[in-house]
């Protein structure tokens, strides 16, 4: 960023993070400034005749007017390239581990670091069977960035034309390592490419989503699974656990890459990201979930309107990683401080609020955002190969007071196709993920039960439904009990009470710092449900044949149900054959046998 | 010599506009000369050409047009650090309010400090024992943490938060520690609860306070927790110490920052409050934490009284998304004689799993606080079922948990002002509670550790 055009503009007016400058004109909107002598970075968000409204990513106290604005005559872009992977950005992608080693403790003002590290030298290897002319996307060759990641050298967008001077080497990202004869004359090709963040990055076709992204958190991949380029939204109010699904979706979905977004949070938090990931292993690869992952941390606390922009950041360096035909997941914690940040300035810039003071494009701002998301078909040049790859974004929305209503809610909701409902009534009880099976929904759950019946098991779809039928059923015959007690139910209705808690506490609930429990395979979960549901069948047969309800409610057996789920994936026959025990002692139950079964079960009522 | 304005536009609430000023910038702090020579200061919230927006401070009243003087003092908001700040009481504004002379400043601070980088903080993973069992036993404190106090008026919050900072040591270290107290607009005698229990326990020598009552001038509160906390960090990370910071009552500054905002006519958000409220609150409970490579640790317990004691009011609600959870006071536990009257279920500690387990506190830890939250819910589930249809059309189970929730309430969460019970006590006083139950409804616990712990505990209960 350090070119600079002759021109430069001269403060006017500063307060808080928006600063306004006059001999402007000429300038475009969204350029990027460096304003006062201190070098603060600003981009341009409204122009009136000479004067320019500029957004400022660092804290402005101490400026004044009379002072200069030094114009780049660029959008505000980040750098795509080897590096990537492993590294902690700040919203405009500045590296916060090396401006530590800068500069200290604290983040201080005007600090200027690339992106990618300009020392670090690549292993470029040149792709086979390069054509001569080559197109945007075309893969020229790959760098091996981290032991989980292979990164392709991609032809950027906008340019083709004749290839020439293509070679293997050791390069650093800025190192020209060929070029492209266009039609306006060479192009230098480097390991690196920039591109604008506000502005999607191109492909060749859009997709529909065939695939789930698995995730290993049961009550999101049996009961409400996104796909991969897919979008979800979290809602919920505080204490709820949002940032908990984040980490855990984080963690192990089976992507190649996660970028992940913590956006206006807890600064601890992202420390426990930091911390934890170089330690956890990427369920898929068995290499620590650092060595396949981007961190973009701008927290409460760091300048507002670089909180703006990380959402931005993020999103297009996950693009980047889809080009090159991979999965991705972002996730953004938490799309209302986004918002909160756009309000802010949008309140500076005196702009007629919407509601609850947010300016009236909020909505238009987040679905754009969702929409980069998707299953596409990439660019790959003239000749190349067609590849796929998907982008699923999951935004964690904060309400104020939980309440769903919240135009950022509303407008989220609009385009999400995945809706996880956090609720404060189960966190409170413990429950977590505290994901309510009644609101929540999946409109991708008709395109994936094909899939599941294919590559998990024939019975899946019904038996999830068969899951919903009774949880529905649990709220009806609760509401009953409120009102004339327990004991006006019926044994069968008994029974789908005590299996629909069954399936609450022993399938839903999911202690994400259990180390076995935290993630738990499809196979897995499709056992563990087979068994709650295996008993309800056996369990109603047996009332059928005047089997004692009590008898039923007490079986030991429920007990290793509900100890199933901490049994480890090495050893899930052992549940297959709980499986077959339920088959066999529940069908010996009857009203002539009570006694056996009863007998059975007081050991672990002593 | 600094320029001199007698350039005063208008006077609005807390609000001066200055015309014709030259080379000011934005955030620096100002002196105002009123016509009797008394001197007061304000900050700069906008320059716009040669016109500034000034907030003074300590308030408007007797500041006149035409002969008020302006002095810009091109800098910030400062306060003057040096290791003897321990032990002293200041203003609302880092000025000296006890009798000793003013400090010799080893260096002077801007009191808004810079974000810490996320790259250069440590977790905070050590378990602070505070004696109370809620909060040892459910929500554990690490070192580190920012713990709010949601409380309501009348309501017993600064107790606690005096029984914590009396009680409040790490397991098997004996550590520097210090206690910085802000007082932003409560009472003198909640003030002196706090004084006058620091001075009983001898804690007042390692401790800074900063007061602002609340008859003091309301805006200077807006700089009283950055004050305290430029105090803290200094301690924390220049002096090795493990600071205790208490900020009473947030409340208070909210409806500060809220009169700002309305006297700049800026659009308000949820109950007039102002949009970037989020913003402003976590430049303030961000400061808490630790980092890497530095020995000290800033634990914060801010304090709020609810209005209405409604969690959803913007306040607590802004607060909860920035800190790492709440302890939340109960009115109706209150009128029970349960004290501390801690609500456990909505209470939490979001950092609570990074600081209990063996060699923390102890292996059990984590499964049984799970187990005594799912039977404490369960019990007040069934409560409100037998409030409704009577006891008797509770299941055996139900009733049960009932008995459980009940001893609960009594034994775990009540204790007394001065009971300090160690980790292992509330541990086990857990276990005790828990033999109510049937082993096969324990369902949160590991098998191992029933094992161990169980038989103990019924023959601790058999006992007496």
Redesign the interface.
């Known amino acids: 960023m350090s070119e600079q055009s002759d021109k430069q503009g001269r403060i006017?007016?500063?307060?808080?993070p928006l600063v306004?400058a006059e001999n402007m004109s000429g300038t475009r909107m969204y350029d990027v400034v460096r304003v006062s002598e201190q070098k603060l970075v600003g981009e341009i968000i409204e122009l009136k005749g000479d004067l320019a409204w500029i957004q400022v990513y660092e804290?402005?106290?101490?400026?004044?007017?009379?002072e200069t604005v030094y114009l780049t005559g660029r959008p505000l872009s980040v750098e795509l390239g080897p590096g990537l992977i492993e590294s902690?950005y700040d919203g405009i992608q500045r590296p916060?581990?090396e401006?530590?080693e800068a500069?200290?403790?604290?983040?201080?003002r005007g600090a200027s670091l690339p992106g990618l590290d300009r020392e670090k030298k690549w292993k470029f290897e040149l792709a086979e069977n390069l054509p001569d002319q080559v197109g945007p996307g075309q893969i020229l060759g790959q760098v091996q960035e981290t032991v989980s990641l292979i990164h392709k050298i991609m032809v950027p967008p906008g340019v083709s034309g004749k290839l020439s001077n293509l070679n293997a080497g050791e390069y650093t990202v800025t190192d020209i390592i060929g070029q492209v004869e266009t039609a306006d004359g060479p192009v230098d090709l480097r390991l690196m490419q920039t591109w604008p963040v506000r502005q999607p990055r191109p492909y060749a076709k859009r997709l529909s989503p065939a695939e789930p992204l698995l995730t290993g958190q049961r009550v999101i991949d049996m009961l409400f699974p996104i796909t991969k380029g897919g979008t979800a939204c979290v809602p919920g109010?505080?204490?709820s656990g949002k940032t908990v699904v984040q980490h855990q979706l984080a963690k192990w979905v089976d992507t190649e890459v996660v970028v992940y977004v913590?956006c206006?949070e807890?600064?601890?938090e992202?420390?426990?990201v930091?911390?934890e990931f170089p330690e956890l292993k990427d369920p898929r690869s068995g290499e620590p979930l650092m060595k396949r992952s981007v961190l973009i941390?701008n927290?409460?606390?760091?300048?507002?309107a670089a909180r703006e922009a990380s959402v931005y950041t993020g999103i297009t360096i996950a693009e980047y990683f889809r080009d090159m035909g991979y999965t991705v997941a972002l996730m953004a914690d938490s799309t209302s401080?986004w918002a909160?940040?756009m309000?802010?300035i949008s309140?500076r810039l005196e702009e007629m609020?919407a509601e609850?003071?947010y300016p009236a494009y909020l909505a238009a701002r987040i679905a754009s955002f969702y929409e980069r998301s998707g299953r596409t078909q990439c660019l790959a040049g003239n000749n190349g190969e067609a590849r796929e790859g998907a982008l699923s974004v999951i935004g964690a929305v904060?309400p104020?007071?939980?309440?769903l209503s919240d135009s950022v809610v509303q407008a989220t909701l609009r385009v999400v196709k995945v809706f996880w409902s956090l609720e404060?009534t189960l966190?409170?009880?413990?429950h977590f993920p505290a994901i309510d099976w009644l609101r929540s929904y999946s409109l991708y759950k008709d395109v994936l039960g094909e899939w599941f019946e294919q590559n998990i098991a024939e019975d899946i779809t019904e038996m999830i439904a068969t899951t919903n039928r009774l949880l529905e059923e649990e709220a009806e015959l609760q509401e009953i009990?409120?009102l004339?007690?327990?004991?006006a139910l019926s044994p069968a209705e008994q029974l789908a009470l005590e299996t629909a808690r069954s399936i609450r506490?022993?399938f839903l609930h999911q202690?994400a710092?259990h180390e076995v429990d935290t993630h738990t395979s499809m196979k897995k979960q499709h056992l563990l449900l087979s068994a709650i549901l295996n008993f309800h069948r056996q369990g109603l047969l047996a009332i059928k044949r005047g089997a004692d309800i009590n008898a039923l409610i007490?079986s030991?057996l429920?007990?290793a149900i509900?100890?199933a789920r901490?049994i480890k994936e090495e050893d899930i026959e052992q549940i297959s054959n709980l499986l077959k025990q339920i088959d066999t002692e529940l069908g010996k139950l009857s009203g002539t046998q009570q006694t056996a079964p009863a007998a059975q079960a007081s050991p672990?009522?002593? | 010599m600094l320029k001199e304005y007698k350039t005063v536009g208008s006077i609005s609430g807390p609000l001066l506009l200055v015309e014709s000023v030259t080379?000011?910038?934005?955030?620096?702090i100002v002196e105002i000369e009123l016509p009797d020579g008394s001197i007061r200061r304000g900050q700069i919230?906008?320059?716009?050409?040669?016109k500034l927006l000034i907030q003074v401070f300590e308030g408007t009243s007797g500041i006149d047009i035409p002969s008020s003087c302006i002095r810009i003092l091109g800098r910030?908001v400062e306060l003057a650090l040096a290791p003897d700040i321990l032990g002293r009481v200041f203003g609302g504004l880092g000025l000296p309010r006890d009798e000793s002379p003013p400090l010799i400043a080893e260096r002077w601070a801007?009191i808004?400090?810079?974000?810490?980088?996320?790259?250069?903080?440590?977790?905070?993973n050590e378990f602070i024992q505070t004696g109370i069992s809620t909060i040892d036993g459910l929500n554990p404190l690490v070192r580190?943490?920012k713990l709010p106090i949601f409380s309501g008026s009348g309501l017993p919050h600064n107790r606690l938060a005096v029984q914590i900072a009396r009680q409040a040591t790490v397991l098997g270290s004996g550590e520097d520690f210090a206690v910085v107290f802000a007082a932003m607009g409560i009472t003198f005698d909640e003030a002196q609860l706090f004084i006058n229990d620091l001075t009983d326990t001898g804690a007042i020598e390692r401790a800074v306070l900063f007061i602002n009552l609340a008859d003091d001038p309301t805006i200077e509160r807006i700089a009283t927790p950055r004050v305290a906390l430029t105090a803290a960090e200094y301690l924390a990370?220049e002096r090795d110490m493990h600071v205790l910071v208490i900020l009473s009552d947030m409340t208070n500054y909210c409806e500060a920052l809220r009169e700002i905002a309305a006297s700049r006519k800026?659009?308000?958000?949820?109950r007039g409050y102002p949009?970037?409220l989020?913003?402003d609150l976590?430049?303030i409970?961000?400061?808490a934490?630790r980092?890497?490579g530095?020995k000290g640790s800033i634990t914060m317990i801010p304090i709020l009284t609810m209005p209405e004691d409604d969690?959803?009011?913007?306040i607590p609600?802004?607060t909860?998304?920035?800190t790492?959870?709440?302890i939340i006071i109960s009115r109706p536990l209150e009128r029970k004689g349960i004290s501390p009257p801690v609500d456990v279920?909505?209470s939490?500690s979001?950092?609570k799993?990074?600081g209990i387990g063996p060699d923390k506190t102890r292996e059990d830890h984590?499964d049984l606080y799970?187990q005594l939250?799912?039977a404490y819910?369960?019990g007040k589930d069934a409560q409100e079922?037998a409030a409704?249809?009577g006891e008797a059309?509770l299941?055996e189970m139900d009733q049960t948990y009932v008995t459980f929730a009940e001893a609960f309430e009594h034994r775990y969460i009540s204790q007394g002002d001065y009971e300090n019970r160690s980790i292992e006590q509330t541990l086990n006083l857990g276990w005790d509670l828990l033999t109510v139950l049937?082993?096969?409804e324990l369902?949160r616990i590991?098998?191992e550790y029933l094992d161990k712990y169980l038989p103990q505990a019924q023959e601790r209960t058999a006992k007496a």
């Open positions: 006017v007016r500063v307060s808080g306004v804290e402005t106290a101490g400026i004044g007017p009379g902690i916060l581990d401006l530590y500069g200290g403790d604290y983040i201080g109010p505080f204490g913590g206006g807890r600064g601890n992202m420390t426990d930091l911390m941390a927290t409460s606390n760091m300048p507002v401080r909160e940040a309000r802010e309140s609020p609850e003071g904060s104020p007071g939980g309440d404060a966190a409170a009880r413990r009990v409120r004339v007690g327990a004991e506490e022993d202690n710092y007490s030991p429920r007990e509900g100890r901490y672990s009522e002593s | 080379e000011a910038k934005f955030g620096h919230l906008e320059v716009d050409r040669d910030g801007d808004n400090g810079n974000p810490i980088n996320p790259y250069a903080r440590d977790y905070p580190g943490q990370f800026e659009v308000p958000g949820r949009g970037y989020y913003t976590s430049t409970y961000e400061r934490g980092i890497k530095k969690k959803t009011h913007p609600d802004l909860g998304y920035i790492e959870g709440q279920l909505p939490l979001r950092l799993d990074k984590a799970n939250y799912a819910a369960h079922l409704v249809l059309a299941s049937p082993k096969a369902k590991r098998d």
